[in-house]
């Protein structure tokens, strides 16, 4: 298991648990709702990145600008051997643009 998938799990576990502790009412909600809204400011260099890549290949390919839901749709839908790819290399990589785009070539119609 990646680092990608290690963050998503852990990032599941911690909303579990936040949603445990407030049907317990036993006051941790408030700790695990601050260690996920920390990952989360954690994320966005990384998901501010993916989002401007994601936003080029598909202007490249379609002549239009996606709209935030269809680039989040995107996100979403990338398969996690990319998504691995991109966090080992980073989003701004040169193979990683390409698989980028290569995959909303051949999986979407605009």
């Not at 996606?66 to 990338?78: G, N, V, Y």
Request: net charge negative.
């Amino acid at each position: 298991m990646g680092a990608y998938e290690n963050w998503k799990e852990l990032k599941k576990l911690l909303r579990v648990s936040l949603d445990e502790s407030v049907d317990n009412n036993d006051g941790a909600d408030k700790h695990y709702l601050m260690i996920l809204k920390e990952m989360e400011k954690m994320e966005e260099p990384q998901n501010k990145e993916m989002r401007n890549r994601i936003h080029d290949c598909y202007y490249d390919i379609f002549d239009a600008k996606p709209s935030d839901s269809k680039i989040q749709e995107i996100a979403d839908d990338l398969p996690e051997g990319l998504k691995q790819h991109a966090d080992q290399w980073g989003w701004g990589d040169t193979e990683v643009g390409d698989l980028v785009y290569e995959w909303i070539r051949d999986n979407l119609n605009g």
